[in-house]
């Protein structure tokens, strides 16, 4: 017997289970379950897809409808009363970073700031990308626009 004559049937068989897997997934996309409760009945929310990204929603929808934001927290404080820093979606969809204290704090910022502060004049620090997707970190204060380059990858 030839091992040619078994090959091509193999890869026949393997190109079906893979076509009738991808069909599986399809139509069985299970909604993810989230640690966070839903405040108004009880009931462990769900992440679901929007148009503007990620959100919770309840899984006992449409009775209750009560969704929620995906809170993100930064890994730096912030700036201004040291508390954390979430990163929200704004309403067009573009991502900011603002404090988890608003409206009693009102720190905002469109790039994610940094924990480390800036070495000339002590302002807290964002990151920024380049045109080649490069990272960098740069000063917030706009008098100094002291930059450092982000080691590793981009
Ligand atoms: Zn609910
Ligand atoms: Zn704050
Ligand atoms: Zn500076």
Redesign the pocket.
Known sequence: MNIFDIIPGIGTILEKTVTKKGDLEKIKVEDQVSDVACDKCGAMMVYKMGRYGKFLACPNFPECRNTKPILVEIDAPCPKCGAKLLERTSRKGRKFYGCEKYPDCDFVSWDMPVKDK?P????YMVKKYGKGREAYTM?S?AE?R?KEKQEGKA
């Open positions: 800036c000339q004049c002590g302002s000063c204060n100094c002291y």
